[in-house]
């Protein structure tokens, strides 16, 4: 079945310092969206790619969908300790069912 | 904040209770969703209703239930649950889907539940 990974699975950095996150998916996505929920939190939806090689900003988040349609990534410059939490891509396997990636969890350190 | 609120947030239940968790909505949303997540793990998805029906059951245990009673309301019914059970339930919402748009989830807080 369709899997979704995401790589690294842990990422401590120091404050001010960048973050990356890779998804990688086993099928071509028609789109893909990012998730991130803090310690103890829920999901939420942080933005939604759909076109082949989008990149899309969000103050100091950079989302890019790659140019297959088959990854994407999320970059954070210069990290505070807001930003804190496990990342999550998310995508579809038809109609409703959404396949989560398995997550990176940033540990910003002070 | 959440525009979706789930009851309770915690519950503890021995392995012969019957419990309910609730989930309710008011953004017009015509998908609702019940998630299970596990420590450390990726949200797994158990059911969606679209439109007050049953579209996707996940292959999931009889022990579990799911309700939709309105288009705001999503219950999930428990019992005979086991330890393994015990896990973080997360209910979504969601705009109904396009053919090539998938409309963002709105995930409420959980109910973490215990089975003891």
């Known amino acids: 079945g369709q899997q979704v990974m995401q790589i690294p699975q842990y990422q401590h950095v120091q404050e001010g310092e960048d973050f990356t996150t890779y998804c990688n998916s086993s099928t071509t996505l028609s789109n893909i969206q990012w998730y991130k929920q803090r310690p103890g939190g829920h999901p939420v939806f942080l933005i939604q790619?759909?076109?082949?090689?989008e990149v899309k900003k969000q103050k100091r988040l950079t989302f890019q969908f790659g140019e297959a349609k088959k990854n994407s990534s999320l970059h954070i410059t210069a990290t505070q300790t807001t930003d804190v939490g496990t990342y999550f891509c998310?995508?579809?396997?038809?109609?409703?069912?959404?396949?989560f990636g398995t997550g990176t969890r940033l540990k910003v350190l002070a | 904040d959440t525009e979706v609120t789930q009851t309770p947030k915690h519950l503890v239940m021995g392995m012969t209770n019957k419990k309910s968790l609730k989930c309710e909505q008011h953004?017009?949303?015509?998908?609702m969703y019940w998630y299970k997540q596990k420590a450390k793990k990726p949200p797994e998805l158990m059911f969606v209703?679209?439109?007050?029906?049953?579209?996707i059951n996940e292959s999931v245990p009889s022990r579990f239930s799911p309700e939709c009673p309105n288009s705001s309301l999503l219950n999930l019914h428990l019992h005979a649950l086991q330890p393994e059970d015990s896990a973080l339930y997360l209910c979504?919402?969601?705009?109904?889907?396009?053919?090539?748009?998938?409309?963002?989830?709105?995930f409420g807080n959980g109910t973490r539940l215990t089975v003891t």
């Open positions: 998310a995508g579809p396997s038809g109609t409703y069912k959404y396949i």
């Open positions: 953004m017009g949303h015509r998908a």
């Open positions: 209703y679209s439109y007050e029906k049953l579209s």
């Open positions: 790619l759909v076109k082949s090689g």
């Open positions: 979504a919402s969601s705009l109904s889907q396009g053919s090539s748009y998938n409309s963002p989830l709105h």
